[in-house]
């Protein structure tokens, strides 16, 4: 369930001028405050979405990336320049 940051559109309560809930997504906005029941309005807040990792942010995350290169063979793309390494399949 997603959590919703409603704000007091008037004195805040024990739960400061904004407050943050879990509700589900069908779930109507509050117009009220559970703790004191005054007025309030849910705010639209920012995604944060993260596409991807660079290959160096990975590498300094302790991960390897392969990418194939051919039937078998794979490159170590978070490795330095000097430290990349082909994988082949076919070889021990």
Do not use: W
Not at 2 to 16: A, D, I, M, S, V
């Amino acid at each position: 369930m997603p959590f919703y940051t409603y704000e007091h559109t008037g004195k805040p309560c024990l739960r400061g001028k904004k407050f943050t809930i879990k509700q589900s997504i069908k779930d109507e906005p509050l117009k009220k405050c559970p703790e004191c029941g005054r007025k309030v309005r849910r705010l639209i807040s920012r995604v944060n979405v993260v596409v991807g990792k660079s290959n160096r942010e990975l590498k300094n995350l302790g991960f390897t990336k392969l990418k194939r290169r051919d039937k078998g063979v794979y490159e170590d793309v978070t490795g330095t320049d000097v430290g990349k390494q082909i994988l082949d399949a076919n070889e021990p």
